[in-house]
Structures are given as C-alpha cells and as structure tokens.
C-alpha cells in the first residue's frame, strides 16, 4: 500500500476543483479576524495542507442537483474547519509533536493557546453552518461533534485494555471519523435539495468511505515511514491506543502476542519498550494480518458504492466511485 | 463587600424557581447517555453547583411574554451547559487545582479528559439549542462561544503585559463574560416571542449586569478569603493577569507599584513573588482603587436598570431590578 491517499493527484477532485478553491479562499478569509493576535495562529492552522476530502465530498455529495452554490460553499468550510480544529485537539491531549511533518499548534503556542484556538475553530465551524439557515444539518454537525468528543473520549477509556477496545471498536472509529465523513456527504446532499432517498444514500456513502479512511489510517500508523507519515511509527500503540491490525494481533495469538507485555513496560517507563514494540509489527507482518485489513477496507468500499446504485450517473457520482477505487487498489 | 454574590438566598430568582429545576433536571438527563464511561464525569461537572445565574437570566428574560414553555426551558439549560464547559476549558488551560471549593476536571481526571469533556458539553449545549429551531438564536449562541474563546485568548495574549492588558480590557471581559449574559438575556427574549425592542431591551440589559458581574469576580480575586472563593488570593496577579483594580493600580502609581517586578519574579521563578503580591494587595488596599471599582460596578448597574425603563412592571422586571440592586447594595 502506498503511504497515506494522496486524492489530490488523481481526478477524483476534478468536477469540484474551483469551488474547493473557493472553499480555500473562505477558510483564509477567517484569518482576517479583528483580533490581531489571532491572525499567525489562524494562518498556521488553516495553512497546514491536509487533502480537503471531508469539503470534496460535501461538494460532490451535493453535486447531484442545481442548488445556490453558497450553501454548499458555506457547508464544504466548515467540515473542513470542524476536522481542523479536532486535529488541533487531537495534538494537544496526544502530546503529539508533528502534524503532517509540522510542529504541531501545541508545540509552537503551548496547550493554553491549543485549546483555547481548537474552541475558537469548533464554534467557527458551527457558526458557519449556522449561515445555511437549515436547522437539520445545524443539528447534524452538532451532533457530529458530539460525537467527534465522544469517540475521542472512547479512545481514552480503552487504552490499554484490549478486550474493552475490541468492544468499542467499531462505535470508537464511528464516532471520530466516520461521523464526519457521513455528515460532510449528508449535510451537502440536504442542501442541493436532494430527495431523502438520496440524502441516506450519500449518508451511507460517507459512513463506508470514512470506517475505510480510518483503518487506512490505522495501517498506516504500523507500516508507514516515520517521515512520510510525519509521526513515529507504532504511535497509536505507545500511546496504549489498539486499532484493527493490533486487535487482530491479540485475537489470533491469545497466549503469544507481546502486547501486553508491552503495555506493562509502557506503563512502567521500562527500557524494553522498542524491542516489544518492534517485536509488535514484526509479528504483524509476519501474519496475515495486513491482508485481512486490506480485506476489511474492501469490504467498506464496496459497501460504500453499493450506497451509490440508485443515484443517476453524472460527473460527482463517477468521482465518487473513482474515489473509492482509488481505496480499495491501494488496500491490496 | 461579601465575597461572592450569593443571589439564591435571595428572593430574585422567585418567578422561575420551578422552571430552574426543571432546568436542573434536563442538565441531570444528560448523565443517561450511552456511552457509560461518561457517567461519572457528566455528573461531576454538571453537580458541581454554581449561581446558576445565567440560565436565570434567560427564564426571566422570557418572562415578560406567554410563550411556549419547552423553548425558554433548552435554551437556561443550554447557556449554563456552555457555562460549565468553559470553566472547565479555563481550569484546564490555567491548571486550575480547585473550582467553588472542589478538584476540577483536570485534576480529577488529567488534561486530556478535560479537554474533550469541555468539547463533548460545548457540543451538547449547541445540540440543545437547535431544538428551538429558531436559526437567529442558534447563530447568537455560536458566535458567543467564539466570543468566549476569543475572550480567553485575548487574556492570555495580554498577560504580563500591561499597556495591552488595559487596550483591551473592555473587550476582553465584554467576550469572555459579558457576551454570555447578553446572550442568555437575549435568546430568552427572542424565544418568548417579544417585539425587537425589548430583545434589544434585555440584551443591554445583559450586557452591563455581564460587564458588573466580571469586576466584582476580579475584586473578589484581590479580596476574598482563599476558603470561600475556592482558589488562591491573587490568583489573576500570579497567572500574569491583569484585571481593573490592578490596572488601576499600575495607572495610579506608575513609578511606585510593585507589578513589574512581581512579574519579572514570577517568570523567573524568584522567591520573592509572595512578598511582592502581597505589597501589591497591601497598595490596593491602602487606596481609593476598591471604593472606585465599585463605582464602576455601580455604573454599569444603574446602565442595567435603565435598559429596563420601557419594559412593562411584571414579577420578572421586578427580579431583574432585584439582582441590580443587590449587585450595586454589595458594591459599596
């Protein structure tokens, strides 16, 4: 598998490339807030890259049907800026140093500023949505983020406790991914005007694409290069945090699987921490435990066209199905 | 002046205190969601006490008009939500060890809890406000939690800075506490279905009992007893911030006051620092600074009183009179 989705590079993007380029321009004019001391943060935030899936897919979603372009516009902003501001969040409780190969806000400002700028960026975000004047994808991304909170706060409860993480998984990676994604291609769909048919259709879409994304992003984490990645590898389980390849490894070796030897040398501060970990994804690779997930992003993806059977072809339908092409080749 | 302002025992809250526990009821419902690893921190935050002041304001505020009952009811809820979630953001990024006497969140649970706990509520409470689904409330409520955060910002990007802490200390206690009474008083308004002028009415209304409400808070910093105000005396001083009574005294007495070098210890972590805050309460305490403080408090009260001149004489105009009377009776 290639490190990451580069989506940008392919021609998924391509019936919504001016308007993510309009999407762009309104998360930059944010920066031009009265507060002066604002504006570096802002920019910094805003500035840090990121592949604009969660605003493409509210525009494609929202592709099926004339609507006044604004509201989309308005709505693809803010699943980006919700997205930016949980990342920032995500930086600042994980203590974590890089972001894309970047300082993280929190390193550069500190975790006052972090916290304060995430809050800043969350009620933006919300304040955005509130420009739709649709009360139903208001109440959506409040509830989305909700949920963002709450499948963060999952993610705490189950650290370092395997069977507790089996447990939750699925409601866990829901919450804090896919969450977005269902929205982001929801919400764009309610506001072309769509029939409710088509609004779950697309919300189903979004719900298979994203529980995809995430254990895309959960392989990535044991196989990627450190700097590709922009974080060390076998982060999410020194930070205790167990994702499908690391469950699987439990699963399939009750009695043999280091890990919670591992658990216990994190916990303790212990000097064989590397060798456990290493000792960790080497089992992995050893294993068929790559190919499974692969199997399992698969599944997701066909789930996620399938959503797509009865939406008319057009322009946003084929980027759609090409998007989740692009997944499933590189999850084999 | 008593330390705090106690306004229970009194009889301001006597129209609406039914619907205040009704309010405390619908803040309870919230311990029963699904997630149960919640359970213990919701019920935590939200038990914690408090005046309870702000969703008062919004049930008095929509009390001058028959309306339906169920709106005004979400919205007190709501506003006291967000309340609840900011002091625990506040606690979190100030490192703040007590709250009205007890641990807070940050130090019950740690950090990373805090901070997703403060954006699960600060979600929860925007959730609560769509389902008025007025959008021109919901809007209000979305911009005042960016006026919260930015308010917070704007604090810690003047502390240890005095100049800058004076340019915008209006501005500064207008966002992080004004703009939530202006709001609670306001959306209250809007709700109960009142005529343009008396939302404007109650909003002003807001806004000078906020602006009132955030100096007494500052003197109580300065003044109060270390057991009743539930932190340490001087904490704003030994945090960097500078608050009315101790611009007033650096304004006062340019060349004799002890805050730059109060601050030069504190950053330097000198054993100075108690010796330096207490000079600089002592100088406080030996000048006209608290009697003018109050006169401020006064002012802003008597601005209060009169937003409500062309309202109509009902139990909830008598209560809101009420609550200015006994800021300014404990202002003296």
Known sequence: MQPGLDLQTVSIYAPVVDQLAQVEEQLYELCQTDIADLHPLLDYAIRSGGKRVR?????????????????SLIMAAAVELLHLATLIHDDTVDNAGLRRGKPTINKMYGNHVAVLLGDYLFATSATFVCDTGVVRVIRRFSETIMEL?????IEFFTTFDPSKARRLYDERIYRKTASLFCTSAETGSILSGAPEN?????????????????????????????S??????????????????TIMLIERYP???????????????DSDVDHLLQKSLDMI???SIVPDCFAVIRDYCSEAAAALDDLPDCAPRRSL??????IRERSR
């Open 285 to 287: 690779d050893g294993s």
């Open 255 to 269: 009695d043999d699987h280091p890990i919670d030897r591992l658990f216990a040398s994190i916990t303790n501060g």
């Open 149 to 153: 909170a709450s499948g963060q706060l």
């Open 228 to 245: 590709e990645i922009g974080k060390p590898v076998g982060n999410d389980l020194l930070q205790g945090v167990l994702t499908l390849p």
């Open 198 to 226: 088509q609004v779950q259709a697309l919300r189903r879409y979004g719900y298979n694409v994203g529980m995809a994304f995430q254990i895309v992003d959960d392989l990535l984490d044991i196989q990627g290069d450190a």
């Open 321 to 326: 199905l090409e998007m989740v092409d692009y």
């Open 55 to 71: 605003p493409a897919l509210t525009l494609l979603s929202a592709g099926f049907h004339e609507h006044e372009r604004k509201l």
